[in-house]
């Protein structure tokens, strides 16, 4: 009736752009098969998950982080491509961030590198913050190659055109570095000066032997290396054109 005031319940939507609004979220479990929107709408009610990731429609939520396993190389990693981006604007790196890759892939992977759009990237920053497309660069902290990081994961990856892909196998001591050539990933190999090169992001070189043996230094002085080149000057103007 004109003038009343109807009591809505607090399930039902009340308007028609998300017929799921007030409905109280089920329960976001390992191995349940969502859609994307559904997997967003469970995971953002958990405040206390703190990494899940959708897989080929598949949620997959990481046991507990270990120091040695997991979080120290995770922090070397960070450190190597934050350097590099700060030599190279128009570069980001980040640590953990959600990517809307497709309908049936978010994941949230270890660290990532991206160029600016302006610059020519081919991802990009939403409206609620989370990177939508694919990262030029996805680099993934695996226990083993019995991960799904190099297998369900690495398929999306290569599906929706992710340009390179890094995974650390700690306890293998082992690094395979990926690069999407003819929509498939083939091994990068090292370069006559025993680094590997990305062929990306000019500039970006990784000692992998430093890296396994636990040598930050080297590491950081392999890629000092690679940023003072012609070719990641080049790059850089490159960017800046663009942008």
């Given at each position: 009736?004109?003038?009343?005031?109807?009591?809505?319940?607090?399930?039902?939507?009340?308007?028609?752009?998300?017929?799921?609004?007030g409905v109280h979220p089920l329960p976001l479990e390992n191995?349940?098969?969502?859609?994307?929107?559904?997997?967003?709408?469970r995971y953002t009610?958990?405040?206390?998950?703190?990494?899940a990731e959708l897989?080929?429609?598949?949620?997959?939520?990481?046991s507990p982080v270990r120091f040695a396993g997991h979080a120290e190389p995770h922090g070397v990693i960070l450190a190597w491509l934050v350097t590099y981006c700060a030599f190279t604007p128009g570069v980001r790196a980040a640590d953990n961030a959600t990517v809307r890759l497709d309908l049936d892939n978010e994941p949230q992977p270890d660290a990532l590198l991206r160029i600016e759009p302006q610059a020519g990237g081919r991802s990009r920053l939403s409206e609620d913050d989370y990177v939508e497309g694919s990262p030029e660069l996805i680099i993934e902290i695996a226990a083993s190659s019995a991960t799904y990081d190099l297998h369900d994961k690495l398929?999306?990856?290569?599906?929706?055109?992710?340009?390179?892909?890094?995974?650390?196998?700690?306890?293998?001591?082992?690094?395979?570095?990926?690069?999407?050539?003819?929509?498939?990933?083939?091994?990068?190999?090292?370069n006559t000066d025993g680094l590997l090169h990305s062929r990306i992001f000019p500039g970006l070189r990784l000692a992998?032997?430093?890296?396994?043996?636990?040598?930050?230094a080297q590491v950081l002085a392999g890629l000092q290396t690679g940023v003072n080149t012609p070719e990641h000057l080049a790059f850089v103007e490159r960017l800046q054109a663009r942008a």
């Open positions: 009736m004109a003038g009343h005031n109807v009591p809505i319940h607090p399930s039902v939507s009340t308007g028609p752009s998300d017929p799921l609004a191995g349940d098969r969502l859609t994307r929107r559904e997997f967003e709408r009610a958990r405040s206390d998950i703190k990494k897989i080929e429609g598949v949620v997959h939520m990481p398929r999306a990856y290569r599906r929706n055109g992710v340009q390179e892909y890094l995974v650390w196998r700690v306890y293998e001591k082992r690094l395979d570095w990926f690069v999407l050539t003819d929509d498939e990933y083939r091994p990068l190999a090292p992998v032997e430093a890296l396994l043996a636990g040598d930050v």
